[in-house]
């Protein structure tokens, strides 16, 4: 059988079945000259308007909270007034509308680019508009997704958020898509809809409407041609698939009783918890987000009290404002920073804002200790045992017990002994814990390799924070996606990590993965995995 395509795994699950590709973007048809000004320019405007209504009946009409929220900030880029302004610009200066649209939007794209990081992944979400906006002032209908009338494996360039949040998991069998990264939307959405995908496909572009592929979506392994037999049994793996995580329950577990606690990341009370024992990162940026000014204390009190009251007495960790770089907040003067992924983010905003930090420590203190809810706290990007101290002894004021600080930066990790002396907990983040260890930003999907989990230089790191942990008789988790990963869970049990915490849905595939291996095996896993010389020997010694 032929070698299989190979991308990036980011939805698990097997699939099967016939490729459908997306409907591909209008071409800009010939320029036409302009008699009537104000008729293009009302053409215009109405083709925008349309395609932010269209934008938002579909953030309306999905039930997926992340999903809808993308889409509400897609209708407001539409809507934007200089975006407006530069389309009737360029109709008084002579275009015609669709011509003035995609120029008003190449300006736009090119300024996203030039910013880089979040704002240049979201550089589909733009062309999808620009995309919409031509084929109404053209006279087509919008492009979007095909409805053949049977399940299909859905094969796109890229695909934007609105068409990922509008899919019908019970007609998309899967996704794959030859751009996008582990962190773009698809991919994130994708992961809430529970639709195998693999993006950064190599040789997607091959893939033609009728093929039958079959995909591994935790692999990143696209089959192509494959038979009636091999369709048969990739689907009865997924029934199984599915079937041994509906049947999953209960705390985790190595086959020997050894505790390791499965936890949910969340940024809402809208975020599914089923199957956690808790919830070990609530990111509580989402909040925050597209506000000119902070949220109020009552409005803050009121998004914690209700992930405690979600949680009935289950432990939550709320993270703490982790502003800047990928998440800029507009009334944070943030601007002019030459490299914000190294700059004042995290838990630095509190150095120039200290009333930041205690506002939201009171607002998480005070349905706490109404409720009784178990309530952790912990702070994002600490480099030194002093910035932990200080961030603790805050969280101490504002009456919470149990203070603690994330991993994400080698600093932290290198001298974790000290860093445990000062806070209650420790909690890895991976992803930007491999951003800074590698120096690969973690949405260049182009250096995806460097930001793989099972990179040796992250696990080393880990290991000595498990270690330190052991010792100190403290709690070390992870919190970052390499938490969800099923292969990794014995290896990060065996390398002395407490808690994993990740999606609500990854959490069954996890479970199963350490019921299956005795402490000593997890132990003697770790051992190995830390000898493997790069990832593929790492993963590897798993199997
Ligand atoms: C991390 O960096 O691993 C993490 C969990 O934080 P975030 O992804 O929100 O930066
Ligand atoms: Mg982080």
Known sequence: MAEPLRGIGVSPGFAAGPVCRAGVAPRLPAPRAVSDVPAELSGAASALRAV???????ASATSDATAAEILRAQVLMAEDPVLDEAVADAIRAGSDAPHAIDAAFAVHRQAFLDAGGYLAERVADLDDLRDRAVAVSSGLPMPGIPSPGH?????????????????????????????????????????????????????????????????????????????????????????????????????????????????????????????????????????????EKAPSHEEQVEAYAAVFDALGGRKVVVRTLDAGADKPLPFLDQAGEPNPALGVRGVRLARRDPALVDGQLAAIAAPATRTGATAWVMAPMIATPAEARDFVTRARAAGLASAGVMVEIPAAALRVRALLREVDFLSIGTNDLSQYTFAADRMAGELAELLDPWQPALLDLVAACGRAGREA???????????????????????????????????PAVRDALATHTKADCERLATAVLAAEDPAAARAVVG
Not at 52 to 58: F, G, I, T
Not at 238 to 267: I, K, Q
Not at 475 to 490: F, H, M, R, S
């Open 52 to 58: 932010a209504a269209e934008l938002d009946r579909r």
């Open 151 to 291: 399940p299909f494996v859905l094969v796109a360039t890229d695909l934007a958020p609105a068409d990922t949040a509008g899919l019908d998991p019970a007609q998309v069998l899967a996704l794959v898509t030859e751009a996008g990264g582990p962190t773009s939307h698809t991919a994130i959405l994708a992961r809430s809809l529970g639709i195998p995908a693999v993006v950064r496909c190599g040789g997607a572009a091959g893939l033609r409407d009728g093929m039958v592929v079959a995909i591994d979506g935790a692999a990143g392994a696209v089959r192509v041609g494959v038979d009636e037999a091999t369709v048969l049994d990739t689907r009865r793996r997924e029934e199984e698939r599915r079937s041994r995580a509906a049947a999953s329950s209960g705390p985790g577990r190595t086959a020997d009783g050894w505790a390791v606690e499965l936890l949910a990341n969340v940024g809402s009370a809208a975020d599914p918890v089923a199957g956690a024992e808790g919830v070990g990162l609530f990111r509580t940026e989402l909040l925050y987000l597209d506000r």
């Open 473 to 507: 008789g403290k709690p070390v988790g992870i919190c970052g996606e390499a938490a969800a990963d099923p292969g990794l869970a014995p290896v990060f049990a065996g390398l002395g990590i407490s808690s994993l915490s990740m999606p609500a849905r990854a959490i």
